[in-house]
């Protein structure tokens, strides 16, 4: 039996949690959230789709009870505030620190085998403190954030061709952030053939831009971060490690010297198995990718340092 625990159930927490349920990608997913009646609530309202939907996934909500977590396969952790607009994802990295650390040392009491994957903000850094805090191996912790920046990148691609999303293949990789990510355009097809070869620098280049900010445009739209493509892109990393599809995602997990980096969790091309990250592949970056490359893990570890000044690791 396969059990998914969604911590936070928040708009994107509630999202993935949903999308899981509706292709029934675990036997059984809990929803868990500090306020009182939320999770029950919403996990009720789901349940009550199950026959309408025709699914037998089982949604079990509960308010600070992690016992109700236990033995699952997979934690996916959404805790903390979200982002509102004109606050970096630095800002958020004293506040969400603290939670995120207290919750994976609950879950861990109940789960010891889980695979955790991160969606709280800063990503990247809040993806290095559950590693670094639970003493977990590599494998085992993965942040969200290259899923969600490749399907925005993907979207706007698309959109720019006039094509079906799905016809479309765009990575990307770096820091989960408006400044650090960097969409691969080099790489970017359309069922194989170069997307470079079907729009022009300034067309492709817009492209990119809108890629970067594509967080803060919903954020600003919005009023606060968006959760339908962040939910759906954590259980599509999810469905890959509980099915073992071995998927290559381009996620957030621990560098020991691969793309020339070493003691830091930024988002690279990994297979995505029942193990977790099983491996890291080598893209072959150019020197102008390899050099974006580096600024952008530059730019995370300062995020990551402000967790050494907080005390939260040592």
Same mark, same amino acid.
């Given at each position: 039996?396969?059990?998914?625990?969604?911590?936070?159930?928040?708009?994107?927490?509630?999202?993935?949690?949903?999308v899981m349920a509706i292709n029934e990608i675990a036997d059984e997913?809990?929803?868990?959230?500090?306020?009182?009646?939320?999770?029950?609530?919403?996990?009720?309202?789901?349940?009550?789709?199950?026959?309408?939907?025709?699914?037998?996934?089982?949604?079990?909500?509960?308010?600070?009870?992690?016992?109700?977590?236990?033995?699952?396969?997979?934690?996916?952790?959404?805790?903390?505030?979200?982002?509102?607009?004109?606050?970096?994802?630095?800002?958020?990295?004293?506040?969400?620190? %603290?939670?995120?650390?207290?919750?994976?040392?609950?879950?861990?009491?109940?789960?010891?085998?889980?695979?955790?994957?991160?969606?709280?903000?800063?990503?990247?850094?809040?993806?290095?403190?559950?590693?670094?805090?639970? %003493?977990?191996?590599?494998?085992?912790?993965?942040?969200?954030?290259?899923?969600?920046?490749?399907?925005?990148?993907?979207?706007?691609?698309?959109?720019?061709? %006039?094509?079906?999303?799905?016809?479309?293949?765009?990575?990307?990789?770096?820091?989960?952030?408006?400044?650090?990510?960097?969409?691969?355009?080099?790489?970017?097809?359309?069922?194989?053939?170069?997307?470079?070869?079907?729009?022009?620098?300034?067309?492709?280049?817009?492209?990119?831009?809108?890629?970067?900010? %594509?967080?803060?445009?919903?954020?600003?739209?919005?009023?606060?971060?968006?959760?339908?493509?962040?939910?759906?892109?954590?259980?599509?990393?999810?469905?890959?490690?509980?099915?073992?599809?071995?998927?290559?995602?381009?996620?957030?997990?621990?560098?020991?010297?691969?793309?020339?980096?070493?003691?830091?969790?930024?988002?690279?091309p990994a297979v995505i198995g029942k193990n977790g990250c099983e491996?890291?592949?080598?893209?072959?970056?150019?020197?102008?990718?390899?050099?974006?490359?580096?600024?952008?893990?530059?730019?995370?570890?300062?995020?990551?340092?402000?967790?050494?000044?907080?005390?939260?690791?040592?």
């Amino acid at each position: 039996m396969s059990k998914v625990t969604v911590v936070g159930a928040g708009n994107v927490g509630a999202t993935c949690a949903n999308v899981m349920a509706i292709n029934e990608i675990a036997d059984e997913v809990v929803m868990l959230d500090v306020k009182q009646g939320v999770s029950e609530g919403k996990a009720m309202d789901m349940m009550q789709t199950v026959e309408l939907l025709d699914i037998d996934t089982k949604i079990v909500g509960c308010t600070n009870d992690y016992s109700k977590t236990a033995n699952s396969d997979v934690v996916v952790v959404t805790s903390g505030i979200p982002r509102k607009p004109g606050m970096s994802r630095e800002d958020l990295v004293g506040v969400n620190a %603290g939670i995120v650390k207290s919750v994976c040392d609950q879950v861990l009491a109940y789960s010891p085998n889980a695979i955790f994957v991160i969606i709280s903000n800063p990503m990247d850094t809040m993806t290095y403190l559950t590693l670094k805090a639970t %003493g977990l191996p590599k494998n085992r912790v993965i942040g969200m954030g290259g899923a969600l920046d490749s399907s925005r990148f993907r979207y706007y691609l698309a959109t720019a061709l %006039g094509v079906n999303p799905r016809q479309v293949e765009g990575t990307v990789i770096g820091g989960h952030g408006d400044k650090t990510m960097i969409p691969l355009k080099r790489l970017a097809t359309v069922k194989g053939i170069p997307a470079s070869e079907l729009l022009n620098k300034e067309q492709l280049d817009k492209v990119v831009a809108d890629t970067m900010v %594509g967080g803060a445009t919903l954020t600003g739209l919005l009023g606060t971060s968006a959760w339908y493509a962040p939910g759906a892109a954590v259980s599509y990393l999810v469905e890959s490690i509980i099915r073992n599809q071995k998927k290559v995602i381009p996620c957030c997990v621990y560098l020991d010297g691969e793309y020339g980096e070493k003691d830091i969790c930024i988002g690279v091309p990994a297979v995505i198995g029942k193990n977790g990250c099983e491996k890291i592949l080598d893209f072959k970056l150019n020197e102008e990718e390899q050099e974006a490359f580096k600024k952008s893990a530059s730019a995370v570890r300062t995020m990551n340092s402000v967790l050494n000044q907080l005390g939260v690791i040592a």
